[in-house]
């Protein structure tokens, strides 16, 4: 069964460009999660979708941040204008069911390494 | 907010050593899960715990929930090189959404 996939892999642009992750998340896995990891911290829950809807997006910065899920399947996470600060790793994640308070696991990607001089 | 606070955030031992690392928070939580996550590889799951005072074992390493549903520990029997990385607690709470700690990263020498 493939992983869940994301493109790029790497990418250096400069403060005030924009960037555009993409994640395609396993097949039939009805939630997916873009987080943020700052090196060397636990990754930050940017936005949740279920299918094409969103579930939560409160600790999305929306003045510069956009993501979407069409179709209920691949995602895109759009950062525009980028920030110094805004240097991490974008982790995709998606799990097959909704609840993960009890026994639910949530699949990585391999992440998106931004670099913003 | 619920926040989870790992400790230590930094640990390097020799093979052989053995080791604990916590995981604190002042919520209570439905289940807590335990990720490692190697360089340039996104976190994988190695246990859950959803029982207040459960205790799992998966080869070298403890995994205990507290008693309270708020802390976690996990504890490695003689460390080993292919046990470093990232180890992240997450806790999943009255939400579907899983929060993370903030890592323990482990290096372990030959």
């Known amino acids: 069964e493939a992983g869940v996939a994301q493109s790029p892999r790497y990418k250096i642009i400069e403060k005030r460009q924009s960037v555009a992750f993409w994640c395609n998340p396993i097949s039939g896995h009805a939630t997916l999660y873009w987080y943020q990891q700052i090196l060397g911290q636990g990754p930050k829950l940017l936005i949740q979708?279920?299918?094409?809807?969103?579930?939560?997006d409160s600790q999305l910065p929306k003045d510069r941040f956009s993501a979407e899920r069409l179709k209920g399947v691949d995602s895109t996470l759009k950062i525009q204008p980028a920030k110094l600060e805004d240097s991490a790793v974008y982790l995709c994640?998606?799990?097959?069911?909704?609840?993960?308070?009890?026994?639910?696991?949530?699949?990585f990607g391999e992440g998106s390494r931004l670099t913003v001089l | 907010t619920q926040l989870l606070e790992q400790s230590p955030q930094f640990l390097s031992i020799q093979e052989g050593e053995n080791l604990t690392v916590y995981c604190n928070s002042s919520?209570?939580?439905?289940?807590l899960q335990w990720y490692r996550q190697e360089p340039g590889e996104g976190p994988v799951l190695l246990v859950t715990?959803?029982?207040?005072?459960e205790v799992k074992k998966l080869k070298r390493l403890t995994f205990q929930f507290g008693d309270a549903r708020k802390d976690s520990s996990l504890h490695i029997t003689a460390a080993q090189p292919g046990d470093t990385g990232l180890y992240l607690c997450a806790g999943a709470g009255n939400t579907d959404k899983l929060i993370f700690g903030t890592g323990t990263r482990l290096q372990v020498f030959p």
């Open positions: 979708f279920q299918n094409n809807g969103v579930v939560d």
């Open positions: 919520s209570v939580f439905s289940s």
């Open positions: 994640a998606s799990t097959p069911i909704h609840h993960v308070a009890w026994d639910g696991e949530l699949f």
């Open positions: 715990v959803v029982t207040g005072g």
